[in-house]
């Protein structure tokens, strides 16, 4: 894990902006908050189909998760509802959201070709290594949680080997594939923002926002795109390899690697496990279909 930029060493109440290409983005926002010693503080701003996935859809909105909806049904007063109930509890957070709404795959050029011609169509610069931001779900979270955050995390994630002998950007690493080291190493860029130089105004808001994903295009382009070959797989600045200690990681392996041993070696530990995930996913399901 290589890091650049203004990272913390105290945890603080943030929104989290990043660019999203595959599942691993998720646990890029972990990588960050366990070296806080925030690991339990990280929260997401999920679309709104996930809610459905058996047993994790539950617990992320139990554990103060956010589903939205795209587009013309983006419920923004649920969302303000939500973030409220847990300020007023003084929840911890480590919101992080995609502004982007999807995943930018180098093998679907259509979802790339429109973001870029709706840039185009509305003034704003085409963007090449990312996709045009939607400003709805970062506006909410700003204003109705200005006066509880610290600050704004701007995170930009690079994965090494996702260029092809072209030197066209391939299908960034799958979760199996990122566990299993087919991606050598990532980089994530971070850029702490102060909440004063961020307008508040959802019009100027988005603006700002698109301005900070051409930061993002132009670090992309240089990790990917550098004539000097020197420069590329890396982006511009100081960097530090970031590795955790065994303190950090081993407890939790051995707790969790233990309590899920113990249950499958056993006939009644095996009925157990497999009636949480049916009757768990049943509940959870009814759960986040009646309590948004």
Known sequence: VIIYGDLPKNKENVIYLSNHQCTVDWIIADMLAIRQNALGHVRYVLKDGLKWLPLYGWYFSQHGGVYVKRSAKFNEKEMREKLRAQTKAETPMYLVIFPEGTRYNPEIPKVIADSQSFAEKEG?????????????????????????????????????????????????PSMTEFLCKECPRVHIFIDRIELKDIPEEQIYMRRWLHERFEIKDKLLIEFYDAKDSKRRNKFPGKSVHSKLSLKKTLPSLLFLGGLTASMLLTESGRKLYVKTWIYGTLIGCLWVSIKP
């Open 124 to 172: 704003l610069a085409i963007l090449k290594h990312v996709l045009t931001p939607r400003v709805k779900a970062t506006h909410v979270a700003i204003d109705t949680m200005k006066d509880y955050l610290d600050a704004v995390y701007d995170v930009t994630v690079a994965y090494e080997g996702t260029v092809d002998h072209k030197g066209q950007r391939k299908l960034a």
